[in-house]
């Protein structure tokens, strides 16, 4: 009660003196904020309050390391957030001197920073100092300064509007290196702009990998120029019927460089021996049948193959992760390889084997689905769970590492309940509880040291566009972002309940078609945010 009448008089002080001098706003006026109660997700490793305020508003400026163009870039980033959220302009760098605080971004190498994407974020009354290793570091600090700005300007008495940040100190850094999510744009294709607002909001939870599952049965989604036909004939139409899509070499490229940008690594997949129906229309020669298939628009799995013993079909596929590997930057190419049903084992074996080593000539690591932990693979290969922990122990026995993605707990596409719209249930439903209430770090006694990250997979038999993929992806995958980043300690439902609350006016602003969940209280939460209804 004391605090509030003081914070009011000075409150009214200011404002006089602002309304007289025509000048910079002293003290702020704002609701209690507090940086350890906000609702940040990933939660930070660290973080200590100190109770007062930081004003954002049009007098703010930012200001980054001399001739650091990345960390000017990533600057320029958060200026442009900064815009679409309070549509306040804050310059960087400018020469002009700033009357207001300062954002800095600083280059440091002090040791609590250094691996490659810690950050520290540390806000006081005037400033904010945003320090890292790399630019990559100060990338994800700039999502949880985004997270903390308030929806709304919250400063009652100024006669311009102010956005409080809570003051205090976050360090913070992942517990793993690959925090990926998977988009299958080949059962149905999705849009370069869909992708990139994939990208936007996973960006946003600190996710930093995007596999894209760029063949399958029933569609071929990326160009390859000595192969023309795989997109002409492959690419033409989805399950269902639709009339399919890919993307050209130029629209992969537009991709990866806007994932880039956001400090995420495009993992492509072309999946076989299995999976390759739509590649085996485009081409007959590769199944070794004789037979020319028809294009496939229906849902069912492993009933295609490549002929494994023929080299045409090894010069095509090192065709294929020649071009690809080109205009991939990231060091991983997936090979798929999974529900190779109709292959048989010696020849499956051999086949993953050898397409090892074009991976490797192309200077790419391989990912393959679990099922290739059988294979006769070296350590630089990685498994990716998503079934057979027998097959993934087979590869942890090699000293491969393992990408967690067990189906029955971080399936994007399993169905919430038996009300869902869209998705499947072959692996369980997974409500919103269920798909945050489980550790990667403990599951089927896979050692944690073998363990590179987590990946959550869409894939999309059931969804035709945006909207549909959001219902799906949102809101588990933003837990699974927090499985990523935040150590087990440190991870609690009941807690990360209400802060997953608090999402929803950033899905809302975002137009995010995010699924309603009843285990969540979306409008009631403890931080005042309201669900805009403007929108
Ligand atoms: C299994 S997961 C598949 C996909 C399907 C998915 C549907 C995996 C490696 N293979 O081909 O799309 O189930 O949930």
Known sequence: MKANVVNFSLGVIS??????????????????????????????????????????????????????????????????KIKGKTNLNIPVNSTIENKGGTIYFK??????????????????????????????????????????????????????????????????????????????????????????????????YKYNVLHLHLSDDQGWRI????????????????????????????????IVSYAAKHYMTIVPEIDMPGHTNAASVSYPILNGNGKTPKLYTGMRVGFSTLDTRKDTVYQFIDDVVREISA????????????????????????????????VQKHNKRLIGWDEVGQADLSATSISQFWRHADFVKQAIDKKMKVIMSPANKAYLDMKYDSLSKHGLKWAGFIPVDAGYQWHPEDYEDIPKESIL?????????TITNSNELEYLAFPRAIGYAELGWTPKENRNWEDYKIRLANQSAYLERMKVNYYNSPLIDWKKNDFGIEKLKDL
């Open 15 to 80: 404002f006089l003196l602002l309304v007289s001098c025509g000048e910079k706003k002293r003290e702020l006026n704002f609701p209690e904020t507090n940086l350890e109660t906000t609702a940040f997700i990933p939660k930070p490793l660290q973080v200590t309050a100190t109770k007062d305020g930081f004003a954002l508003d049009q007098f703010t400026a930012i200001s980054t390391a001399k001739n650091n163009s990345e960390f000017e870039a990533v600057a320029s980033f958060l200026a442009e």
């Open 107 to 204: 280059h440091s190498t002090d040791e609590n920073l250094n691996t490659k994407e810690a950050y520290r974020l540390a806000i006081s009354k005037d400033s904010v100092i945003l320090s890292a290793n790399t630019s990559e570091g100060a990338f994800r600090g700039v999502q949880t300064f985004r997270q903390l700005i308030p929806e709304k300007a919250n400063d009652t008495l100024a006669s311009y509007p102010i956005w409080t940040l809570p003051t205090g100190t976050i360090v913070d850094r992942p517990i793993y290196e690959y925090r990926g999510a998977m988009l299958d744009v080949a059962r149905h294709f999705f849009s370069v702009q869909d992708v990139k607002k994939y990208i936007d909001l996973l960006a946003y």
């Open 223 to 254: 160009e390859i120029k000595s192969w023309p036909k795989l997109t002409e004939i492959g690419g033409s139409t989805e399950v269902g019927g639709g009339p399919g899509g890919f993307y050209t070499q130029d629209d992969y490229k537009e």
């Open 327 to 358: 205009i991939t930057p990231g060091p991983y190419f997936h090979i798929g390889g999974d529900e190779s049903d109709v292959t048989k084992k010696e020849d499956y074996l051999y086949f993953v084997k050898r397409v090892e080593q074009i």
């Open 453 to 461: 990250g987590i990946e959550a997979p869409l894939w999309s038999e």
